[in-house]
């Protein structure tokens, strides 16, 4: 009897071994792509109620608004083929494109584009994502291939939104969006393991230019994996990687330098003291060196920045500002004695401990604040609790983050500094920001609303409502066998336009 | 049958207190689901809606003994961060997390209880004790380490699996008993070494005694004397630890899947607690508790067949 069981636990041990040279073959002949991504979708997959910017990206496959950002930050027609607006400024008139199909195979009508705006916009109960939307009046089907948004106050901002996935259209008689996606977009979604991948195929009646790759898989890959499996062939692209991790990765891949498109900046809590003089901040921004950080943390790629905007944005972008506080130790001394902390201050500096890039920043930040007398020192935490104690909360002091902008408006960046803006999480308070702000808001002329912009940004600079430090540079390694990769200046990923060599 | 009663009242008291545990410890640690479903968007109003909408304003002992009376009926809820139940998802994760901790631990058993005699049998040689020295490096080497030398030498160097290439039972199932090999040998080797240590030592022990000297006198062979009485006795201790072992292999593979990127029970459980989705986490910890203490009752028992004698 004993004998037999030896036996039997020596063919399961020799068969599971014989079994392991068998693994890592291919399953079909059929095109695939392996995208690994740093975090399984763990909000939902109905658009509208889509907050991590994680979850965009990849949503952004499946579903598509009446409009949709290109690569180059214009907005260009999706399921609507076109739009007008009323000289009022206050009627949107959108004409739905002929033959744009869900991916259940059933057409778009005006009743689904009714749904989905007023379901995004929060008119049927649910919460909304985009604060903008509440200026919505009302949404009326016209015709069959017409519906009319119709707002309270003029947002020339308001087709920016439009465009954004969380005002994605969805069919109206899908009972449970937030299991079952259905969209419109050049990928259709298959099914999901949690933590373990997200299947999608391409859609074969998509209305534009169809997915190369018919199957597209999101692979969850926690961080110290991912670049294993890069390595190990079985993801063949990830975007979102650091220069120090890009030395890593070998010759097999294809590496594109793009940026994250956001706001990195030591964020300062501008209600409390000492963050509340503005000659503590500026002090602040003096005594940081900005290419240092770049150099030391993050082998010297990034663009640095001077204020709350990100060069992708193009004309609100102002480069000057870059060099507003440059490096300047004795300064920095002076500002801090006129501001009586003249001995310097203890100060901490909260970051999420997932976000490694981050943490080493506020590394290098510390010695560099250390110089000056500032004894600064980090606190890492989990990111929730970062979100309930630093975003929601606005219990800290100061925080390394990087701030992205939701959507293709300068307000997506700069909005929240206005005084009583529910995302202002620093506190920021300035009568003259806000005058300009709600200016802005209300000018119609292009031109002007430039210049506005540019007030507030150079506003922000001057005042050094935080510490800005840079747009981060990002790596997105590829497979040799692909190409097509291209960078949005929002923080989507288009897989529909990645194909094999030739 | 008195002493079957007495257990299952023990494993449900240890139930009792760790799910209460658990429930205590998201109270403690900041954040809640509702900041984590509304990430950056979040705005104390609407917190406080969705936390009313969700039912988590409502007093804890009254959530926790609802949460109590639907997981002994089989309801585990929905979880907040994939709006599925999850006893569908646990169904789908557990087979995963089970065939890798059983299958560490046939190696265990497979590995340890041969070389084991075999070390004893041969205490003086010199090859046995080349095995007693990388035994102790082996014991000495953390799974989760052995696990990124493995992915390095096996994976990367040698290609003999690929790194992350993990398939689901249901789609390929030798493909997936392969994968699991690598993850179940870094779980296996360090448990292993130490049970032959513990065998070999205790082998070794018993082989001093009167009643062994006896069987001797009395003509047996060697061997005879080996596997008739002296292993009967010396496999108590081992049968203990190997128990205790397979318990704490069960929390192991939750540190191997995550090298491994095997998208197991512990994968979930570790993303459930950042996520604070209650009902996932609580589910899986329950369970992890009720297979602990399953476990230990049939070390109990295979206790009691080894020797008669004890009570």
Request: glycine share 6%; net charge negative.
């Amino acid at each position: 009897m004993r004998k037999r069981l030896v036996f039997i636990l020596s063919v399961f041990l020799t068969l599971t071994i014989a079994l392991g040279g068998c693994s890592g073959r291919k399953t079909g002949d059929s095109s695939k792509i392996v995208v690994g991504i740093p975090q399984d979708l763990e909000d939902s997959l109905d658009p509208h109620k889509a907050t991590a910017a994680g979850t965009r990206e990849v949503l952004f496959n499946v579903f598509e608004g009446l409009l949709k950002p290109d690569e180059n930050g214009n907005l260009i027609p999706a399921v609507a083929k076109e739009y007008e607006v009323t000289d009022d400024g206050l009627t949107y008139k959108f004409m739905l494109r002929d033959g744009v199909k869900f991916h259940n195979g059933n057409p778009v009508t005006a009743e689904d584009v009714k749904y989905s705006i007023e379901k995004s916009a929060g008119m049927t109960g649910e919460e909304s994502l985009i604060a903008a939307f509440s200026n919505i009046k009302e949404v009326n089907v016209v015709s069959d291939a017409e519906v009319d948004v119709v707002l309270n106050e003029t947002d020339v901002d308001f087709p920016a939104y439009i465009a954004s996935v969380n005002a994605s259209v969805i069919p109206k008689d899908n009972a449970t969006p937030d299991t079952t996606p259905i969209g419109t977009g050049p990928y259709k979604y298959i099914s999901r393991s949690p933590q373990e991948n997200i299947i999608m195929e391409s859609f074969d009646d998509y209305w534009g230019n169809k997915a190369s790759i018919k199957n597209l898989e999101f692979k969850i890959e926690n961080g110290d994996s991912m670049l294993m499996d890069l390595k190990g062939g079985t993801i063949d692209l990830t975007m979102h990687i650091s220069a120090t991790q890009i030395k890593q990765i070998g010759d097999d891949f294809d590496v594109h330098e793009g940026s994250m498109n956001l706001v990195q900046a030591l964020y300062l809590n501008n209600k409390i003291k000492p963050f509340d003089d503005a000659r503590v901040r500026q002090a602040m921004c003096y005594a940081i060196d900005k290419q240092a950080i770049l150099d030391l943390a993050f082998e010297g790629h990034g663009s640095p920045i001077g204020s709350s905007m990100f060069p992708s944005f193009g004309k609100y972008y102002m480069p000057e500002l870059e060099n507003k506080y440059p490096h300047d130790e004795a300064k920095a001394k002076e500002l801090l004695k006129e501001a009586g902390y003249a001995d310097g201050f203890s100060m901490t500096i909260t970051v999420p401990s997932n976000y490694t890039p981050h943490v080493d920043t506020a590394q290098v930040l510390v010695e560099q604040l250390k110089t000056v007398g500032i004894n600064a020192s980090i606190n890492q935490v989990e990111w929730n609790t970062w979100l309930s104690d630093v975003y929601t909360g606005r219990n800290y002091e100061s925080t390394v983050i990087g701030v992205d902008a939701s959507s293709l408006t300068a307000d997506a960046l700069l909005g929240r500094f206005y005084s009583s803006a529910d995302n202002n999480f620093i506190n920021y308070s300035n009568e003259e920001y806000d005058r300009l702000y709600e200016e802005s808001r209300k000018t119609l002329d292009d031109n002007r609303r430039t210049e506005l912009i540019k007030q507030m940004e150079t506003l922000l600079s001057e005042d050094a409502a935080n510490v800005y430090i840079q747009d981060m540079a990002e790596f997105v390694p590829i497979n040799k066998k692909f190409e097509g990769y291209t960078f949005y200046p929002l923080y989507v990923q288009d897989i529909s336009r990645i194909k094999y060599k030739d | 049958m008195k002493y079957i009663g007495n257990k299952l009242l023990t494993m449900l008291i240890t139930v009792l207190i760790v799910t209460m545990l658990v429930f205590l410890a998201f109270r403690v640690i900041p954040g809640d689901p509702v900041s984590n479903m509304l990430g950056t968007s979040a705005t104390p109003e609407k917190i406080e809606r969705l936390r009313e909408q969700m039912g988590l304003n409502r007093p804890l002992p009254v959530r926790y003994i609802e949460w109590l009376r639907d997981f002994f009926f089989g309801d585990m809820g929905k979880s907040y961060t994939y709006g599925s139940s999850v006893r569908s998802m646990l169904a789908s994760k557990i087979p995963i997390t089970i065939v890798l901790t059983v299958m560490s631990f046939v190696m265990v058993v497979a590995i340890s209880i041969p070389l084991g005699i075999y070390t004893a049998k041969h205490e003086d040689k010199w090859y046995s004790k080349a095995i007693d020295a990388v035994n102790q490096i082996t014991m000495s080497i953390p799974s989760f380490f052995l696990g990124m030398m493995l992915t390095y030498v096996f994976g990367l160097v040698l290609r003999w699996f690929r790194p992350g290439g993990f398939v689901n039972y249901k789609d390929d199932l030798l493909g997936f008993l392969g994968y699991l090999v690598f993850p179940a040998v870094a779980i296996a080797l360090p448990k292993a070494a130490m049970t032959i240590k513990l065998l070999k030592s205790s082998v070794l022990k018993e082989g001093k005694l009167d009643y062994v000297r006896t069987a001797y006198s009395r003509g047996n062979s060697t061997d005879g004397v080996l596997y008739k009485h002296v292993l009967r006795n010396a496999l108590i201790p081992v049968i203990t630890f190997l128990g205790v072992t397979l318990a704490d292999m069960v929390a192991g593979s939750i540190i191997i899947e995550q090298v491994f990127s095997i998208p197991g029970l512990g994968r979930l459980l570790i993303t459930s607690i950042s996520t604070r989705d209650y009902p996932v986490a609580q589910a899986i910890v329950a369970i992890i508790a009720c297979i602990v203490i399953v476990i230990n009752f049939i070390v109990d028992i295979l206790y009691k067949l080894t020797d008669p004698r004890i009570v």
